[in-house]
């Protein structure tokens, strides 16, 4: 199994609320997955900035003065936020290559976790509620964000075997199943120039996406293309800087609830994620139809 | 009318009361109310009870079910009346996959549309669809009738047996061995009566239907046949 879930905002009012919407909705799917949790949050940077979201297994040795230490190294200021064993850097969107590079240098056993304009990631082994509370998630704001809960089958239970998986700038994504050509796939993807992080097949799903964005497709296109090219089982839920996109296997045997109102698109692996939500009860709820693309963007 | 609010009084407390109700019983009406798609609820009922519920439900509800009338006043999750025995299940709203699997008797009606593997191994049950089922329904229908009033998505009756299914809109496309087959009297007189059983007599008739069954080619093995599996 594994549970997922997913908003979309529409109405602007909602987004103070969008963190602890989305904690709600993944400590309800907590039985499809104890393993590890996630959760992708797309919230705006302060203009000129971008986000390094960032995790260590050493959070007090690592992160202390790595503000200060990236500022010298790429000469402009960085700010840092520690959230338990990730940080969260802001840093001048025209330095973001400079200061991962310095990071590399200066912190080599720091992991990244996201990239982007607007997005951050944070994940860890354990519950939902215990991993949603670590990051205090349930206080984020944003347009849009994608939880997940993980029963592992593929890779090992780790911190970066966790969902969601970053490929790119502001790119997530998350899976429920399994893929059978992902060892294939991955040497193709690093033959052209990906690297990985771990042996997940869900990461290669990622890192496949994030390929055809590069290659100049759409997120809808690119999603289309991954019906022909992954094989196995699969309900993905992908996110942009913009966007949200759903799609599922052709058997379409992972479960997945879909519900839309004027205020937000909202996902989940069962419809009891998603019954707290405002105006669900006229909400148009539905369930995606096998080998079919589904995308929202703004 | 007994009511049972889900939220306050738990799953478990549900079951054991309508497991507790057997042969006959002055309890006959029950309510649930806030299933917040929780599942299993109202599943292994063994009694001639009358029981809605009001709102969505997930996995499995109305699993096994014996004898008893069960309304879902919303949709229903995976599984629906699995392997239900005998009695009746009506859901006004839509049902997730694998809804009526292997049932061996009584009567699911769904209001909405089904969505895959709709009736998968049926064994017995007569199952009525007032819109459309997704792919793989009715694989490996051994007997039982399906009657679909909308269309039917691919591969219908794959490996099916002695199951009937009863198809009025488009079917996209047929499983192995699954073949067309002519409507006799009897069918129309049996279409006529799971179509008023299933509160569909309004809406379609008979003799919009079409009939599809087993070819008959796959219960043997016989190599001059291989490619048809």
Known sequence: ?298 | MQSFDLGKEGLRALNSALHGLKGQTNMTDWEVVNPKGAHAIAAGVDAPVDITVRGSTGYYCAGMNKQATIRIKGSAGPGVAENMMSGTVIIDGNASQYAGATGRGGLLVIKGNASSRCGVSMKGIDIVVHGNIGHMSAFMAQSGNLVVLGDAGDALGDSLYEARLFVRGSVKSLGADCIEKEMRPEHYALLEDLLKRGEADGKAKPEEFKRYGSARKLYNFNIDNAAAY
């Open chain 1, 1 to 298: 199994m594994c549970g997922i879930v997913g908003l979309f905002l529409k109405d602007p009012k909602l987004e103070p609320k969008l963190g602890a919407m989305l904690t709600d909705m993944l400590i309800t799917m907590t039985d499809r997955g104890p393993d590890s949790a996630g959760i992708a949050i797309y919230g705006g940077a302060k203009d000129g900035l971008g986000k390094i979201t960032i995790q260590s297994a050493n959070p007090d040795k690592d992160f202390k003065n790595l503000d200060g230490d990236l500022h010298d190294a790429i000469g402009q200021p960085v700010t840092i936020l520690v959230k338990s064993t990730h940080a969260v850097l802001e840093v001048p969107l025209d330095q973001m290559a400079a200061a991962r590079s310095a990071l590399a240098h200066l912190r080599p056993t720091v992991k990244v976790m996201s990239v982007g304009d607007a997005i951050e990631i944070f994940k860890e082994v354990g519950l939902p509620k215990d991993v949603a509370s670590r990051f205090d998630v349930s206080k984020m704001k944003g347009t849009h964000g994608i939880g997940h809960t993980r029963m592992a089958t593929e890779s090992a239970v780790t911190t970066m075997g966790a969902h969601p998986f970053s490929t790119g700038s502001d790119q997530c994504l998350v899976h429920n199943g399994s893929l059978s050509n992902h060892n294939g796939l991955r040497r193709e993807l690093i033959r052209l120039g990906k690297t990985f992080e771990t042996q997940n097949d869900t990461e290669v799903a990622a890192a496949y996406v994030s390929r055809k964005l590069e290659e100049g497709q759409s997120l809808g296109q690119a999603l289309e293309s991954g019906l022909d090219d992954l094989d196995g089982f699969y309900t993905f839920v992908v996110g942009t800087k913009n966007g949200f996109g759903v799609v599922r296997d052709p058997i379409a045997c992972k479960p997945a609830v879909m519900a839309e109102t004027d205020q937000y698109v909202a996902f989940g692996s069962e419809y009891r994620a998603l019954v707290n939500l405002p105006g669900i009860e006229d909400a148009r709820v539905w369930e995606p139809e096998p080998a079919t693309v589904y995308f929202w963007e703004r």
